[in-house]
């Protein structure tokens, strides 16, 4: 079964800064399926990024992702107040659907 | 625009069984599969299983196997996850999300419903 582990546990940035967030997964996995969600607390979860790298309608685009094989990213590059929040990485495996345990990104 | 209203919160008691809904609205019920995954307090995301909205077909994570039944009307465009043999490390916030089949992502999601398992 694949493992999805997500760095760090939490990030604290600020306002206009950069954040990187890490997805690693135990083996090699299909970029086409890695997805990343925002969560806000209290809400559902929101679809950014599918396919490792494609942003979902409605996305800004300081949001990226990038990576293959084991190793995932999610980039914000310039914070904003309303980016900080939970995010989750998200693999379909061997007929089952995986999420990371989450990053939460805090001010 | 896209719309899935799940039902409200819910107590059950341990060993009872819940049943949640989820309503779809703005697009073509029949076109997309509808998963269930839930989040304990505190915690991540679990996926739980999915139904073919189209032909009714199912598949569930193993870990639910036997406990879990998702089924649809397609009458009413609406989805209900039923568990049964509650225990307290069910209660949760249970969410329904759709997916185009073989994107492997979930682009709408539900509300969410609480479920509290306590005696």
């Known amino acids: 079964e694949i493992v999805l582990t997500q760095s760090p546990g939490t990030l604290s940035l600020s306002p206009g800064e950069r954040a990187t967030l890490s997805c690693r997964a135990s083996?090699?996995?299909?970029?086409?399926?890695l997805v990343w969600y925002q969560q806000k607390p209290g809400q559902a979860p929101r679809l950014l990024i599918y396919g490792a790298s494609s942003r979902a309608t409605g996305i800004p685009d300081r949001f990226s992702g990038s990576g293959s094989g084991t190793d995932f990213t999610l980039t914000i590059s310039r914070l904003e107040p309303e980016d900080f929040a939970m995010y989750y990485c998200?693999?379909?495996?061997?007929?089952?659907?995986?999420f990371g345990q989450g990053t939460n990104l805090e001010i | 625009q896209v719309q899935l209203v799940q039902s409200g919160a819910d107590v059950r008691m341990p060993g009872a069984s819940v049943k949640v809904s989820c309503k779809a609205s703005g697009y073509t019920f029949t076109s997309y599969f509808m998963h269930w995954m839930r989040q304990a307090p505190g915690q991540g995301l679990e996926w739980m299983g999915r139904i073919d909205s189209n032909g009714g077909g199912t598949h569930y994570q193993q870990k639910f196997q036997g406990r879990v039944t998702v089924t649809r009307d397609t009458s009413t465009s609406t989805v209900s996850m039923e568990l049964t043999s509650l225990r307290s490390e069910d209660t949760a916030v249970y969410f329904c999300?759709?997916?185009?089949?073989?994107?492997?992502?979930?682009?709408?999601w539900g509300q969410g419903a609480l479920v509290t398992v306590s005696s």
């Open positions: 999300a759709r997916e185009m089949p073989g994107t492997f992502y979930f682009d709408h």
């Open positions: 998200q693999q379909y495996g061997i007929s089952a659907f995986i």
């Open positions: 083996q090699s996995v299909s970029s086409s399926r």
